[in-house]
T-cell receptor, first 111, second 113 residues
């Protein structure tokens, strides 16, 4: 089993739609969780950290479910500019300093 | 503020040639440093990480090596490149505290011909 798994998509949604991505992780002791966004041929950039109580940043909401070992990202009112690949990141099994990326979920927002 | 510099941005190298990619971080001390590789259309693969000078953890056995000669310098090397070494190489730093994010350099796009 991979340490971090994501549905690769692509998710193809119209502008204004709400879309949700999940990411599962295998290390029950993980403490650090993040969502990153990566545009084509660019470096990943931090979208938001994920806190135990869940957190929101504008149209984006991240949640953590420790019991089921997954994190989620909800995007409301999708914009064309949201089209990108979304990567979840979790610290790894044998070290809290080892940050493991999921393979990414591709989002395409159409007009 | 902290910044991370990675160079070169693009590199084309023949098979069998050596490689040296350099990454430096400014504005912080004792960062955790990382090298990731992303093959075309694939996810990020962790290659090496370092929690201090001279301390290197290798994640994937291959013909690459990493060194950390100074606190804020991280170097990725190879003595002989393979075609399969082509990809997008990303250096990143991490303060080490829980819920502190990873910060990436702009990446080096390596093509081995």
């Amino acid at each position: 089993r991979k340490e971090v798994e994501q549905d690769p998509g692509p998710f193809n949604v119209p502008e204004g739609a709400t879309v949700a991505f999940n990411c599962t992780y295998s290390n029950s002791a993980s403490q650090s969780f993040f969502w990153y966004r990566q545009d084509c041929r660019k470096e990943p950039k931090l979208l938001m950290s994920v806190y135990s109580s869940g957190n929101e940043d504008g149209r984006f909401t991240a949640q953590l479910n420790r019991a089921s070992q997954y994190i989620s990202l909800l995007i409301r009112d999708s914009k064309l500019s949201d089209s990108a690949t979304y990567l979840c990141v979790v610290n790894g099994m044998d070290s809290s300093y080892k940050l493991i990326f999921g393979s990414g979920t591709r989002l395409l927002v159409r007009p | 503020s902290q910044t991370i510099h990675q160079w070169p941005a693009t590199l084309v190298q023949p098979v069998g040639s050596p490689l040296s990619l350099e990454c430096t971080v400014e504005g912080t001390s004792n960062p955790n440093l990382y090298w990731y590789r992303q093959a075309a259309g694939r996810g990020l693969q962790l290659l090496f990480y370092s929690v201090g000078i001279g301390q290197i953890s290798s994640e994937v056995p291959q013909n690459l090596s990493a060194s950390r000669p100074q606190d804020r310098q991280f170097i990725l090397s190879s003595k002989k490149l393979l075609l399969s070494d082509s990809g997008f190489y990303l250096c990143a730093w991490f303060p080490g505290q829980q819920n502190s994010p990873l910060h990436f350099g702009n990446g080096t796009r390596l093509t081995v011909t």
